[in-house]
């Protein structure tokens, strides 16, 4: 038996194994499922890739042909450096002044991997929307990602360690459960975006605000 055999046998198997699928999406649901993905790729990347990837090999989503360029992130290679990164995200954004170190080194890589992941979500075949895509996606990740790094330099300034964790912790079970959300109902996504954005913006002036006073505050003492 050839392997073209083993592979047609297989399909219908394939096709009739229950899964968690998304309805067909318009333009602004699957505008909405990128910038949601993007925004949250600016305060966890690798477990962006992780969900969705390991979410689309074992078959919980069944992407729509317009999005079907994902299919990249099942690849078991990137299943696994997504995993390892992860972990190695998980571990160093609990330890204060550290996490600060590691965001600053991924200044570049959320917001390239925001941008490619909309990219990848976005229908690929139109110049146009590639365009839209990229510019979205690593805006939306540099926000996302600036806000994140700048609270968290802050909540650095703490002398006790506790808050640094709790407001990790707080970040991974968001990003999972919105991570969820949007994968899961593209309309609720477009509400995840704008919350997200909102949030990030709101954190940027807040941050930019008590970095102002305390540079004024430091020549007075």
């Known amino acids: 038996?050839?392997?073209?055999?083993?592979?047609?046998?297989?399909?219908?198997?394939?096709?009739?194994?229950?899964?968690?699928?998304?309805?067909?999406?318009?333009i602004v649901e699957l505008l909405g499922v990128a910038s949601s993905v993007s925004l949250l790729a600016g305060w966890r990347i690798y477990l962006c890739?992780?969900?969705v990837g390991w979410a689309m090999r074992f078959g919980w989503l069944d992407l729509p042909d317009k999005i079907s360029s994902l299919d990249?992130?099942?690849n078991p290679w990137v299943l696994g450096a997504a995993g390892v990164g992860l972990v190695a995200?998980?571990?160093?954004?609990?330890?204060?002044?550290?996490?600060?170190?590691?965001?600053?080194?991924?200044?570049?890589?959320?917001?390239?991997?925001?941008?490619?992941?909309?990219?990848?979500?976005?229908?690929?075949?139109?110049?146009?929307?590639?365009a839209v895509a990229l510019l979205l996606g690593g805006s939306a990740a540099l926000a996302s990602h600036a806000a994140k790094a700048g609270a968290r330099a802050v909540v650095n300034?703490?002398?006790e360690p506790v808050s640094n964790i709790v407001v990790?912790?707080?970040?991974?079970?968001?990003?999972?459960?919105?991570?969820?959300?949007?994968?899961?109902?593209?309309?609720?996504?477009?509400?995840?975006?704008?919350?997200?954005?909102?949030?990030?913006?709101?954190?940027?002036?807040?941050?930019r605000g008590l970095l102002k006073r305390l540079v004024g505050a430091a020549p007075q003492s």
Not at 10 to 23: D, E, G, I, K, M
Not at 92 to 116: I, S
């Open 157 to 159: 300034a703490s002398p």
């Open 1 to 26: 038996m050839g392997l073209d055999t083993v592979v047609r046998v297989a399909a219908p198997l394939r096709r009739a194994t229950p899964r968690a699928t998304l309805p067909d999406m318009g």
């Open 72 to 74: 990249v992130l099942a």
């Open 168 to 207: 990790s912790t707080g970040e991974d079970v968001a990003t999972t459960g919105l991570l969820a959300v949007t994968l899961l109902n593209p309309i609720a996504a477009i509400f995840v975006a704008i919350a997200v954005a909102g949030g990030s913006l709101y954190a940027l002036v807040k941050v």
């Open 89 to 130: 995200e998980f571990l160093a954004d609990k330890v204060m002044w550290f996490d600060t170190m590691w965001d600053a080194v991924h200044t570049a890589v959320r917001p390239v991997g925001g941008a490619l992941l909309a990219l990848a979500i976005v229908d690929p075949a139109d110049p146009k929307w590639q």
């Open 49 to 51: 890739v992780f969900a």
